[in-house]
């Protein structure tokens, strides 16, 4: 007798993100000096009023099964946020599905679209988890380079190049993880049109939307015309705009019969996102309140995001990155720090982990082992003093390979 998987495992790998983050956490419970700037979750706490209301939720009973496709108080505030965050378009409650978390809804997504002979193209760098949901909906994830000059971000003309009859579906990120580019209005109108053109879906997740430098929240594919959005899935949640990762509340908003079989898949595998999680997000959702906590947050991350931009480019002159226009993440190249002898980040952040006690995330896990990503979601103290571990660590790195 074989222990022998499915083949429905066969692409599959476990998250290089998660697998850093326990690291990092298991050095720090053995007493090592360790900071880790590579978790993806912002570092505030939950909105006051999201905690009281899942707390009032619990003591008010509401712990048994939910409606499937999520309670109508959070599909109806996740409705109204997305309309005023799109000039008041109108967003039917009906087409939006609650998951236990985005990454599900992203799932829910891909399962029900894709299948074999299906490809799904992703702009690469990407988020470690796009290429393995697609694996496991039997489909064939292709990865588009983005253009270094262009903040890694692809254009149509990218996306033609990969494009044949078998390709069925896009998943963009924007703001991007793990770069912090941020797709215009332009450009995603450009995309959407290619899209439309070629009878392919979008799967657009938008959960870093509203972490955004630039006016008001991030350019979406809800601020384009109705008649660009028939083969569209948006995919957010509670996560990071107000700092409930763990309540793992995501959500997706498709057209109406996909909304209906994703609803289906749903029902056979979670029943439903977290039910006391839901009224804790609704009302982050909905209370004016906490949009206050959410421009506070946005403003804690611009101004470690310009601190971080600062020292880059007066300490490290010569290191090459992303400019972060959201999100929470710096991209930055290793690979030519020294010339003729290329470092891979791999190589980097296991050696920097090593001296420096500092945890990055290699770009090998998001598709492009020349990069690194590092989290600023981070206290503004932690960041100086992993900066100061970093560039020391470039500066002897440098010297060392020199010599």
């Known amino acids: 007798m074989t222990d022998r998987l499915s083949a429905n495992l066969a692409h599959l790998k476990a998250s290089e993100t998660v697998a850093i983050s326990t690291e990092a956490k298991r050095r720090k419970a053995a007493g090592e000096d360790v900071l880790d700037l590579g978790v993806g979750e912002p570092d505030f706490d939950t909105p006051y009023a999201a905690t009281e209301a899942g707390v009032q939720a619990i003591r008010d009973g509401k712990t048994r099964y ?10 109806k505030a996740i409705a109204g946020n997305l309309s005023g965050l799109s000039a008041g378009r109108a967003v039917d409650p009906d087409a939006i599905v609650v998951s236990s978390g985005s990454k599900q809804s992203l799932f829910n997504a891909c399962f029900s679209l894709f299948g074999p002979k299906d490809k799904v193209l992703i702009p690469m760098p990407a ?5 393995q949901i697609v694996h496991l909906s039997r489909a ?6 983005g253009d270094v000059e262009w903040s890694l971000k692809v254009s149509v003309n990218d996306l033609e190049r990969h494009t044949d ?6 998943i963009l990120c924007s703001p991007c993880n793990p770069t912090g580019a941020v797709y215009t209005l332009t450009e995603l109108k450009a995309i959407a049109t290619w899209a439309q053109k070629h009878d392919i879906w979008i799967i657009a997740d938008e959960i870093y939307r509203r972490i955004n430098y630039g006016p008001g929240a991030a350019p979406s594919f809800l601020d384009l015309p109705d008649d660009l959005l028939g083969r569209t899935v948006v995919i ?9 990762t763990g309540w793992r509340i995501g959500a997706a908003l498709a057209p109406p019969y996909l909304a209906k079989a994703m609803a289906a898949l749903q029902s056979h595998t979670t029943t439903g ?36 931009v600062a020292r880059f480019r007066g300490e490290v002159p010569g290191i090459e990155f992303v400019d972060p226009v959201g999100a929470f993440y710096l991209f930055f190249r290793v690979d030519g720090i020294v010339p003729r002898t290329p470092v891979t980040g ?20 998001f598709g492009d082992d ?4 590092l989290s600023y979601a981070v206290s503004e103290k932690d960041l100086d003093g992993a900066l100061d571990r970093i560039f020391r660590f470039i500066g002897s790195l440098a010297s060392s390979r020199a010599a």
């Open 165 to 170: 009859k078998l390709v069925r579906g896009l």
């Open 346 to 365: 791999q190589a980097f952040c296991e050696q920097l982990m090593q001296r420096e006690g500092v945890a990055l995330v290699p770009g090998g896990a």
């Open 127 to 131: 988020w470690v988890s796009y290429p």
């Open 273 to 308: 996102a977290n039910h006391p999680a839901q009224w804790a997000a609704a009302t982050a959702f909905s209370t004016p309140g906490v949009e206050d906590d959410v421009v506070h947050m946005v403003a804690a991350f611009r101004r470690r995001r310009d601190r971080l």
């Open 140 to 145: 064939e994830p292709v990865m588009v380079p």
């Open 236 to 244: 957010t949640g509670a996560s990071k705009a107000y700092a409930m």
């Open 66 to 75: 939910p409606p499937n496709i999520g309670i109508a108080e959070l599909r």
């Open 370 to 373: 020349r990069w690194v990503r």
